[in-house]
């Protein structure tokens, strides 16, 4: 039995950019007079592309026309790049700030996690900040009081209860606001990006927390960056980009179209002299075929060919692996094989072929950005431009239960009893 | 049962709308997070004296330091008259009054700009803030208060003539007007200083200004025939010579201007909660 509990009706939101000072007086004449006249609000103007940096003269719009609908028990994942309308989405549902257009209807207390520890007094003690941050998320005294030893111990600081938060490590004060967070008990939850603080056992807290809380029919909005999380956790998602809902479906969908969208459709970062430019490239199999999928243990090769466009001594060529949380995990260079590229001529094309062993990254999607360059400077450097995938396989991991995935590398080992 | 399955699709508990009515004020909301504004009045009094070595002592210094102030520059040197009352006694009651006046407005005056951080992350009745700053302010108007008794007494066992009425019963009407007032200017002054921020220095002079505008210093009987009708204009006058009589038994209460204070802070604290209410909901987009 599942029930609508958030529906988004043509929702936008529309900010204004700029400084808000002396251009704002006039605007607002403007505006009045328009609407006394009967005219349409001169500043608003309907239908136009709404990409972030195509402005509409000072206006922009943050979001556009977002219809959906969301079950209870469903934990949603809203999936988009920086600026494509996540945290303000969000900030609507929270009440923060109101749409500009449309409606949206809520069944159920919303409580958000959209950054914790707020209204969190550094003087206070860890107890008085429990009942005031309770408070602001809109618990009443009882509640909190019937709950505080479970936020206690979900936090792990019940020995510095007493003590003025200021005193705290930043984890603790982390752990401690999440935990009042957590123990909310409402009906809708918010999440948005806090699972990035915090050990890498309270994250396990955290989301166990969260999925218990969608296990009891509740339904949760998550945002994050970390696809990984977005992945484990939802079970439905939404795809944001300039500000428009791109896509609704299941959640592998949404994030497989979102990391498509990462490489295909956006244009790559691009920079360096050009005086020598990568012209080609690809990742391939032993068998020389186009992959864009490895299991761990296996070799592959990528061939790239570049072309100088000035005569150049000699250049580097690297590459960069990076995991879909931009972090950098692998680092390949021509010079680590004593292998050199010298002596190009103007207009000389090179090919070049390098083989990658034995792969142990963790199972996952990753990023591979092309360098190339020397000493004095890039000449071209390509960023996240081959987009794969690692695959569990049987080579290196012959557990029969899948890889834990907060490890980033696998280690093989041999065992033996002694 | 397909009836009963549309009531339950239409019984939403919220919808966010773009533009909330002016008039659609939800004050019953501000009621169920009562135990949000006790916390705050809380946190305000913790967080203000921790690590301070005299604590709250600094509640009675400030109008005890003002007042020898007073004494020495307007009873002294100035030698503004004080309708026979001992110097100490008569300013220290306008001074007690005033202060909570001017800290509820200069206080609940800013509250947009101090809490953006809170109010961008965090759904709660914007007007807990305020109305919470009032009720901590009070706490230290009672403390101030509950002082300056000490004093009345002090002067009474002295054999000075002054004498508390039975007006002092107005006592509790009269701070709740001037909670009102207080509370009325600062929300409307904290609703525009979202967008134009020059009022935020205006305040805190004009606070200032606006106390020579009372009889504080000086009682209504020293001011001249032609400015007397601007003096009592000031809604604060006839609250603080209303203060003044019940504590002190001079003069004789006016109820027609105490109504016009009445009258007045009604008003003033209905247009504020109209236009906070309004900027409430905006108003993250402007700051």
Same mark, same amino acid.
């Given at each position: 039995m599942s029930d609508v509990v958030i529906k988004f009706e043509d929702v936008s939101k529309q900010y204004r950019l700029g400084v808000v000072g002396t251009g704002t007086l006039s605007h607002d004449l403007n505006r009045f007079f328009a609407k006394i006249a009967g005219k349409e609000d001169p500043t608003k103007k309907v239908g136009v592309s709404n990409k972030l940096n195509v402005r509409d003269g000072d206006y922009v719009w943050a979001l556009r026309d977002i219809n959906f609908s969301l079950n209870d028990g469903e934990v949603l994942g809203v999936v988009g790049k920086n600026g494509a309308g996540k945290s303000t989405l969000l900030k609507l549902l929270s009440r923060v700030t109101a749409p500009t257009t449309g409606e949206?209807?809520?069944k159920g207390r919303i409580a958000s996690l959209l950054e914790v520890g707020t209204g969190f007094h550094p003087e206070l003690t860890g107890k008085e900040n429990i009942y005031l941050n309770g408070a602001i998320l809109g618990?009443?005294?009882?509640?909190?009081?019937?709950k505080f030893d479970e936020i206690v111990e979900f936090s792990g600081v019940s020995k510095y209860v007493?003590?003025?938060?200021?005193?705290?490590?930043?984890?603790?004060?982390?752990?401690?606001?999440?935990?009042?967070?957590?123990?909310?008990?409402?009906?809708?939850?918010?999440v948005d990006e806090v699972l990035a603080v915090g050990d890498a056992e309270f994250q396990k807290k955290a989301i166990g927390k969260m999925q218990s809380v969608s296990k009891s029919g509740r339904t949760v909005? +998550?945002?994050?960056?970390?696809?990984t999380a977005v992945e484990q956790l939802c079970t439905k998602g939404i795809l944001l980009q300039n500000g428009t809902l791109k896509m609704e479906g299941p959640i592998h969908d949404i994030t497989s179209a979102y990391k498509k969208a990462s490489v295909n459709e956006n244009e790559l970062k691009r920079s360096g002299t050009r005086h020598v430019e990568i012209r080609n490239y690809q990742m391939l199999n032993s068998l020389g075929q186009a992959i864009e999928e490895v299991f761990l243990g296996d070799n592959f090769y990528v061939d790239a060919s570049f072309a100088a466009r000035e005569a150049a001594d000699y250049t580097d060529f690297t590459l960069d692996i990076r995991n879909d949380a931009n972090e950098f995990i692998g680092h390949v260079t021509n010079a680590d094989d004593l292998f050199e590229i010298k002596n190009l001529a103007k207009d000389e094309l090179r090919r070049v072929r390098v083989e990658v062993k034995d792969m142990s990254f963790a199972p996952g999607t990753y990023y591979i950005s092309l360098w190339l360059g020397n000493k004095y400077g890039t000449f071209d450097y390509i960023e996240n431009c081959i987009r794969f995938t690692i695959k569990q396989g049987d080579q290196f991991i012959r557990?029969? +239960?899948? +890889?834990?995935?907060?490890a980033k590398t696998v280690l093989r080992s041999n065992w033996k009893e002694i | 049962m397909s009836t009963k399955k549309t009531d339950r699709f239409e019984s939403w508990s919220m919808v966010?709308?773009?533009k909330k009515s002016l008039f659609e004020v939800n004050l019953m909301e501000?009621?169920?997070?009562?135990?949000?504004?006790?916390?705050?009045?809380?946190?305000?009094?913790v967080a203000k004296f921790k690590q301070t070595i005299l604590g709250p002592l600094w509640f009675i210094i400030q109008p005890l330091l003002t007042t020898l102030m007073f004494v020495v520059v307007f009873g002294n040197i100035a030698g503004i008259p004080t309708d026979g009352i001992p110097q100490v006694l008569f300013y220290m009651t306008g001074i007690v009054g005033w202060n909570y006046f001017s800290t509820c407005l200069n206080d609940t005056s800013q509250t947009f700009i101090k809490n953006a951080s809170i109010f961008g992350k965090v759904y709660f009745p914007r007007l807990a803030m305020p109305v919470s700053i009032v009720i901590s302010n009070l706490v230290s108007f009672i403390i101030q208060f509950i002082f300056l008794l000490g004093f009345l007494v002090y002067f009474i066992l002295k054999g000075t003539d002054v004498m508390p009425g039975i007006e002092v019963l107005l006592i509790p009407f009269l701070v709740l007007l001037i909670a009102g007032l207080g509370l009325g200017f600062g929300i409307i002054i904290s609703s525009l200083t979202t967008k134009y921020r020059d009022l935020v220095h205006?305040?805190?002079?004009?606070?200032?200004?606006?106390?020579?505008a009372t009889p504080i210093i000086y009682p209504m009987s020293e001011i001249p025939e032609k400015y007397k009708a601007y003096v009592m204009a000031n809604p604060m006058t006839p609250i603080v010579e209303t203060f003044k009589t019940a504590l002190l038994g001079v003069g004789t209460v006016n109820y027609m201007s105490l109504l016009y204070s009445l009258g007045f802070t009604l008003a003033l604290l209905a247009i504020g909660i109209l236009i906070f209410n309004k900027v409430e909901r905006t108003f993250m987009d402007t700051v």
């Amino acid at each position: 039995m599942s029930d609508v509990v958030i529906k988004f009706e043509d929702v936008s939101k529309q900010y204004r950019l700029g400084v808000v000072g002396t251009g704002t007086l006039s605007h607002d004449l403007n505006r009045f007079f328009a609407k006394i006249a009967g005219k349409e609000d001169p500043t608003k103007k309907v239908g136009v592309s709404n990409k972030l940096n195509v402005r509409d003269g000072d206006y922009v719009w943050a979001l556009r026309d977002i219809n959906f609908s969301l079950n209870d028990g469903e934990v949603l994942g809203v999936v988009g790049k920086n600026g494509a309308g996540k945290s303000t989405l969000l900030k609507l549902l929270s009440r923060v700030t109101a749409p500009t257009t449309g409606e949206i209807k809520v069944k159920g207390r919303i409580a958000s996690l959209l950054e914790v520890g707020t209204g969190f007094h550094p003087e206070l003690t860890g107890k008085e900040n429990i009942y005031l941050n309770g408070a602001i998320l809109g618990m009443t005294k009882r509640e909190i009081k019937s709950k505080f030893d479970e936020i206690v111990e979900f936090s792990g600081v019940s020995k510095y209860v007493d003590t003025p938060v200021k005193r705290y490590s930043s984890g603790m004060y982390v752990r401690l606001a999440f935990a009042v967070a957590a123990h909310l008990e409402p009906e809708i939850l918010i999440v948005d990006e806090v699972l990035a603080v915090g050990d890498a056992e309270f994250q396990k807290k955290a989301i166990g927390k969260m999925q218990s809380v969608s296990k009891s029919g509740r339904t949760v909005l +998550f945002v994050s960056h970390n696809l990984t999380a977005v992945e484990q956790l939802c079970t439905k998602g939404i795809l944001l980009q300039n500000g428009t809902l791109k896509m609704e479906g299941p959640i592998h969908d949404i994030t497989s179209a979102y990391k498509k969208a990462s490489v295909n459709e956006n244009e790559l970062k691009r920079s360096g002299t050009r005086h020598v430019e990568i012209r080609n490239y690809q990742m391939l199999n032993s068998l020389g075929q186009a992959i864009e999928e490895v299991f761990l243990g296996d070799n592959f090769y990528v061939d790239a060919s570049f072309a100088a466009r000035e005569a150049a001594d000699y250049t580097d060529f690297t590459l960069d692996i990076r995991n879909d949380a931009n972090e950098f995990i692998g680092h390949v260079t021509n010079a680590d094989d004593l292998f050199e590229i010298k002596n190009l001529a103007k207009d000389e094309l090179r090919r070049v072929r390098v083989e990658v062993k034995d792969m142990s990254f963790a199972p996952g999607t990753y990023y591979i950005s092309l360098w190339l360059g020397n000493k004095y400077g890039t000449f071209d450097y390509i960023e996240n431009c081959i987009r794969f995938t690692i695959k569990q396989g049987d080579q290196f991991i012959r557990r029969p +239960f899948p +890889f834990d995935k907060r490890a980033k590398t696998v280690l093989r080992s041999n065992w033996k009893e002694i | 049962m397909s009836t009963k399955k549309t009531d339950r699709f239409e019984s939403w508990s919220m919808v966010l709308r773009p533009k909330k009515s002016l008039f659609e004020v939800n004050l019953m909301e501000l009621w169920q997070y009562r135990d949000l504004i006790s916390m705050f009045v809380k946190r305000d009094f913790v967080a203000k004296f921790k690590q301070t070595i005299l604590g709250p002592l600094w509640f009675i210094i400030q109008p005890l330091l003002t007042t020898l102030m007073f004494v020495v520059v307007f009873g002294n040197i100035a030698g503004i008259p004080t309708d026979g009352i001992p110097q100490v006694l008569f300013y220290m009651t306008g001074i007690v009054g005033w202060n909570y006046f001017s800290t509820c407005l200069n206080d609940t005056s800013q509250t947009f700009i101090k809490n953006a951080s809170i109010f961008g992350k965090v759904y709660f009745p914007r007007l807990a803030m305020p109305v919470s700053i009032v009720i901590s302010n009070l706490v230290s108007f009672i403390i101030q208060f509950i002082f300056l008794l000490g004093f009345l007494v002090y002067f009474i066992l002295k054999g000075t003539d002054v004498m508390p009425g039975i007006e002092v019963l107005l006592i509790p009407f009269l701070v709740l007007l001037i909670a009102g007032l207080g509370l009325g200017f600062g929300i409307i002054i904290s609703s525009l200083t979202t967008k134009y921020r020059d009022l935020v220095h205006l305040v805190t002079f004009g606070v200032t200004l606006w106390m020579y505008a009372t009889p504080i210093i000086y009682p209504m009987s020293e001011i001249p025939e032609k400015y007397k009708a601007y003096v009592m204009a000031n809604p604060m006058t006839p609250i603080v010579e209303t203060f003044k009589t019940a504590l002190l038994g001079v003069g004789t209460v006016n109820y027609m201007s105490l109504l016009y204070s009445l009258g007045f802070t009604l008003a003033l604290l209905a247009i504020g909660i109209l236009i906070f209410n309004k900027v409430e909901r905006t108003f993250m987009d402007t700051v």
